[in-house]
């Protein structure tokens, strides 16, 4: 079972507003990286290179902006910090990152404990990677804020492309803690309809399918997971800890695949996942997991 502190239960984890120093930011992209390479012999979690960051060099920026100048001079203005990592595709279309802990890991900082804000990834590797998509462009402000008379036309309109550029849709905490409370509805739910947990069970009382204990140590599980979601711990602790309920609850109402390894991090996001593409496309639900579809790509969680 995941390990949770009880003092980090006890007051709810705020997004740090005010945008941190940028040396600070610097040294939560290094901690990244340290960890991710600390875990990369994890049972189960075959790690990719390109999922470490890269900070670019100022010299790297400006050819990054060679064909527009007027916007290399409004990502400086912002104190602007320009990041080469894979994750950026993730971060742009919103695919396959549920159960991603480096995704989460590295959403953990840009958005919970660092203040910057993310330009549209999109946007941006559109107009300053032709079309591709590597980078991520941290801002400690939009440009758009500093425009002024800097940037302005004759019209008033500004016509600078990155001042023109909009925060990306993943920088809300509140809709990715609010996709983890869909996830949690699903697992009460399930959980309740086999039995195992006592709020609304269907068809079993726990002396015909599991022992009390069991029942009672299963909605402590899931009370503390809600309490995790409620006090924001990181969504990476908290994917984690719903795959591990999820292999239970699955594992109770029939029997997993033999080759299913309830310690492999790969298997039980799969099945997380396939549990949830069902719930998601089961029409009867579908009110159960607004927040949850609306946040990621709901046909490749």
Same mark, same amino acid.
């Not at 802990?101 to 203040?115: E, H, K, P, Q």
């Given at each position: 079972?995941?390990?949770?502190?009880?003092?980090?239960?006890?007051?709810?984890?705020?997004?740090?507003?005010?945008?941190?120093?940028?040396?600070?930011?610097?040294?939560?992209?290094?901690?990244?990286?340290?960890?991710?390479?600390?875990?990369?012999?994890?049972?189960?979690?075959?790690?990719?290179?390109?999922?470490?960051?890269?900070?670019?060099?100022?010299?790297?920026?400006?050819?990054?902006?060679?064909?527009?100048?007027?916007?290399?001079?409004?990502?400086?203005?912002?104190?602007?910090?320009?990041?080469?990592?894979?994750?950026?595709?993730?971060?742009?279309?919103?695919?396959?990152?549920?159960?991603?802990?480096?995704?989460?890991?590295?959403?953990?900082? *840009?958005? !919970?404990?660092?203040?910057?804000?993310?330009?549209?990834?999109?946007?941006?590797?559109?107009?300053?990677?032709?079309?591709?998509?590597?980078?991520?462009?941290?801002?400690?402000?939009?440009?758009?804020?500093? /425009?002024?008379?800097?940037? /302005?036309?004759?019209?008033?309109? /500004?016509?600078?492309?990155?001042?023109? !550029?909009?925060?990306?849709?993943?920088?809300?905490?509140?809709?990715?803690?609010?996709?983890?409370?869909?996830?949690?509805?699903?697992?009460?739910?399930?959980?309740?309809?086999?039995?195992?947990?006592?709020?609304?069970?269907?068809?079993?009382?726990?002396?015909?399918?599991?022992?009390?204990?069991?029942?009672?140590?299963?909605?402590?599980?899931?009370?503390?997971?809600?309490?995790? *979601?409620?006090?924001?711990?990181? *969504?990476?602790?908290?994917?984690?800890?719903?795959?591990?309920?999820?292999?239970?609850?699955?594992?109770?109402?029939?029997?997993?695949?033999?080759?299913?390894?309830?310690?492999?991090?790969?298997? /039980?996001?799969?099945?997380?996942?396939?549990?949830?593409?069902?719930? *998601?496309?089961?029409?009867?639900?579908?009110?159960?997991?607004?927040?949850?579809?609306?946040?990621?790509?709901?046909?490749?969680?």
């Amino acid at each position: 079972m995941v390990n949770v502190r009880s003092k980090d239960l006890r007051v709810v984890r705020s997004r740090v507003e005010r945008p941190i120093l940028r040396r600070k930011l610097l040294t939560l992209l290094d901690e990244y990286n340290e960890l991710y390479d600390s875990s990369a012999s994890r049972v189960g979690l075959p790690r990719k290179l390109g999922n470490r960051v890269a900070v670019l060099s100022d010299s790297c920026v400006a050819k990054v902006f060679s064909s527009d100048m007027n916007s290399l001079s409004a990502f400086r203005r912002a104190s602007g910090v320009l990041i080469s990592t894979s994750l950026s595709i993730q971060f742009q279309d919103r695919r396959n990152i549920l159960c991603d802990t480096d995704f989460w890991s590295l959403w953990d900082i *840009i958005v !919970m404990r660092s203040g910057w804000v993310l330009i549209d990834v999109q946007q941006f590797n559109s107009a300053f990677n032709g079309g591709g998509c590597r980078y991520l462009g941290l801002v400690r402000f939009l440009p758009s804020l500093l /425009c002024g008379q800097r940037c /302005c036309t004759s019209s008033g309109l /500004c016509r600078v492309p990155l001042c023109t !550029m909009s925060i990306s849709r993943l920088c809300s905490s509140d809709g990715a803690y609010s996709a983890c409370g869909d996830i949690w509805t699903m697992l009460m739910k399930q959980s309740s309809k086999i039995g195992i947990s006592g709020r609304g069970r269907v068809g079993y009382s726990s002396a015909e399918k599991f022992e009390r204990s069991q029942v009672l140590s299963f909605e402590y599980q899931l009370k503390l997971l809600r309490s995790m *979601i409620d006090c924001r711990l990181p *969504i990476c602790d908290v994917i984690l800890f719903c795959m591990e309920i999820n292999a239970m609850i699955v594992g109770f109402s029939s029997p997993l695949s033999p080759d299913f390894d309830a310690e492999n991090q790969s298997h /039980c996001g799969d099945l997380l996942a396939r549990e949830l593409m069902v719930y *998601i496309h089961f029409t009867n639900y579908a009110d159960d997991v607004m927040q949850l579809v609306s946040f990621i790509d709901a046909d490749f969680i």
